[in-house]
C-alpha cells in the first residue's frame, strides 16, 4: 500500500521556533541555524549581528544585506522572502508567518534582491533586500524575519507519512519612528479544579489559564505574579511564573496555562494574576471553592437524616404533650311509658 503524504506548510513557524530559528521562551539571542544551514545579517564594520536592529521614519527606505550558509556538502535552493512575526498559540514563542499568509508589515514592506538562490555547499551567499516604510505606517515595533524557505518537501517514516517543508530565518526588529506606548493586560482568567472525593486520598490540582495581551505599539518582556489566599486571608501560593513569552508583540495575544499542584482541598482560595513591565502594572482575580464532592453528599445527607429525626421527635413530643379535648355529655334518651296490663285487655 502506498504511503500517503501530506504537506504541512502550517508546521512552519513551529520548526522555526524549535530549530531556534526565530527563538521560543527564554532562549538567548543566536544567529538562526538548524544545522544544514543558517540565515543571520552580514556583519557591520563594528560587530556581528545575531538580528537586524532597525530603525526608520515613515516613508523612508533602508538597504541591508543577508547572508545564507550552506553547511551541508550539496547545493541547495531556497525561496528567499521577508515575512511578518507574530507569538505562536502554543506557547507564545517568535515565529514567522508563511509565505502564502499575508503580510502587513516587514513582510509587506522588505523585497529581497533575489526570491531564489542556489548556494553550492560549503558556501555562503550575501543577498541585499530593500525595506521601503510607508508613509503612512504606525509609530513602534513591527517586527520580521528574512526567511530561507528549501521547497522541497521531505518524506516522512511510518504508516503515516507527513512531508514536511524546513525553513530558516533571521529576526528583523524594525521600529518605526513616532509615538509609542506601551499597554498590556490579563485577560479571561479561568480556573479548574480537581480533588480526591475525600480529603487525604490523593492530590489536589488547581489549573490556571489566562490571557495576556499586548494592547501597545511596542514589543514587551511580560513578568506575571500568581498568588493565591485562602479564608481568612490565608497565604496559600505566591509564585513568579516562568512560561512567559520573553517577547510578547504588539497587538498579539497568547492564551497561557499554569499548574498548581498542592492545591486546598477544603477552603476557599481566591487567585490572583498580575502581571508586569516597565512603566505597567495589571492585575486579574477568581476564587474557587474546594469542597470534596462526597464528603460534601455525606454531610449533607447526615444533616437532611438529622432534621428529619429532629422534626419527627419533635411533632411526636407535640402530640403527647397536647391536653386532651373534653367528651360531650351524652344525650339522655326519652323514656316510653309502659302500658299497664288491663290497658292491654
Known amino acids: 500500500m502506498r504511503k500517503p503524504h501530506v504537506l504541512l506548510l502550517s508546521l512552519l513557524p513551529l520548526l522555526l521556533g524549535a530549530l531556534g530559528v526565530l527563538g521560543v521562551l527564554g532562549t538567548p539571542a543566536r544567529a538562526a541555524d538548524n544545522g544544514s544551514w543558517s540565515v543571520y545579517p552580514v556583519a557591520s564594520k563594528v560587530a556581528a549581528r545575531p538580528y537586524f536592529y532597525l530603525s526608520a521614519d515613515p516613508g523612508q527606505t533602508l538597504t541591508d544585506k543577508v547572508a545564507v550558509q550552506n553547511k551541508t556538502g550539496r547545493p541547495l535552493t531556497f525561496r528567499l522572502y521577508a515575512a511578518d512575526a507574530y507569538n505562536t498559540a502554543r506557547d507564545g514563542g517568535f515565529a514567522a508567518r508563511t509565505v502564502k499568509e499575508r503580510m502587513r508589515g516587514v513582510g509587506a514592506w522588505a523585497k529581497p534582491a533575489r526570491s531564489r538562490i542556489t548556494v553550492p555547499g560549503h558556501r555562503t551567499v550575501t543577498v541585499p533586500f530593500t525595506l521601503r516604510v510607508p508613509a503612512g505606517a504606525e509609530p513602534g515595533d513591527h517586527p520580521g524575519a528574512i526567511v530561507a524557505l528549501d521547497e522541497r518537501v521531505d518524506p516522512g517514516s511510518g504508516r503515516l507519512a ?3 517543508q524546513r525553513a530558516v530565518g533571521a529576526r528583523v526588529y524594525l521600529r518605526v519612528g513616532g509615538p509609542t506606548l506601551g499597554a498590556l493586560s490579563v485577560e479571561h482568567l479561568r480556573i479548574g ?16 489559564s489566562y490571557t495576556l495581551r499586548n494592547t501597545g505599539n511596542v514589543t514587551l518582556d511580560p513578568r506575571v505574579r500568581l498568588t493565591a489566599r485562602g479564608l481568612f486571608g490565608r497565604t496559600l501560593l505566591d509564585r513568579e511564573l516562568t512560561r512567559v513569552p520573553s517577547e510578547l508583540l504588539p497587538g498579539q495575544r497568547v492564551r497561557l496555562t499554569e499548574t498548581w499542584r498542592g492545591a486546598p482541598q477544603l477552603d476557599r482560595a481566591h487567585v490572583t494574576l498580575t502581571v508586569s513591565a516597565p512603566g505597567i502594572r495589571e492585575s486579574a482575580s477568581a476564587s ?16 437532611a437524616v438529622t432534621g428529619a429525626l429532629l422534626v419527627r421527635a ?8 397536647a391536653p386532651a379535648r373534653p367528651s360531650p355529655p351524652e344525650r339522655p334518651t326519652p323514656s316510653r311509658p309502659r302500658s299497664s296490663p288491663s290497658a292491654r285487655r
Open 193 to 208: 479544579h480537581h480533588q480526591p472525593p475525600l480529603p487525604g486520598l490523593g492530590d489536589s490540582t488547581a489549573t490556571i
Open 162 to 164: 507527513l512531508g514536511v
Open 288 to 303: 474557587f471553592l474546594a469542597l470534596p464532592w462526597l464528603l460534601a453528599a455525606l454531610v449533607f445527607t447526615a444533616g
Open 314 to 321: 419533635r411533632r411526636g413530643r407535640a402530640r403527647r404533650s
